[in-house]
């Protein structure tokens, strides 16, 4: 079992940027794909961007705002942030997407907090 420990978030004003990180348990992080994901104040839980070997696929809504990168050798992930705006509200997850990114592998961590004031 893989854990997640996301922190970075906070609050920003539109047009901020945040960058923030994802800490997984386990040895076998760099042979996976690690995506971030997002869940918005009464809505479904949504991919934002994933990391699969050397490609990446972000969601259209941060296309071109936000960056997901990973240092294998820290089993860790990150998050870049540009370009904030209100809709961009929510708390940050990170897991490891299957096939289909709206299932995950592994349960879900807490989470980080990100608020985007207008």
């Known amino acids: 079992q893989v854990q997640f420990v996301e922190s970075g978030g906070g609050l920003e004003q539109a047009g901020g940027s945040l960058r923030l990180s994802c800490a997984a348990s386990?040895?076998?992080?760099?042979?996976?794909?690690i995506g971030w994901f997002r869940q918005a104040p009464g809505k479904a839980r949504e991919w934002v961007a994933i990391?699969?070997?050397?490609?990446?696929n972000y969601a259209n809504s941060v296309k071109g705002r936000f960056t997901i990168s990973r240092d294998n050798a820290k089993n860790t992930a990150f998050l870049q942030m540009n370009s904030l705006q209100p809709e961009d509200t929510g708390v940050y997850y990170c897991?490891?997407?299957?096939?289909?990114?709206?299932?995950?592998?592994?349960?879900w961590g807490q989470g980080t907090q990100v608020t985007v004031s207008s």
């Open positions: 990391s699969s070997g050397d490609s990446t």
């Open positions: 386990g040895s076998t992080f760099s042979q996976n794909s």
């Open positions: 897991n490891v997407p299957l096939r289909d990114p709206l299932f995950v592998l592994y349960a």
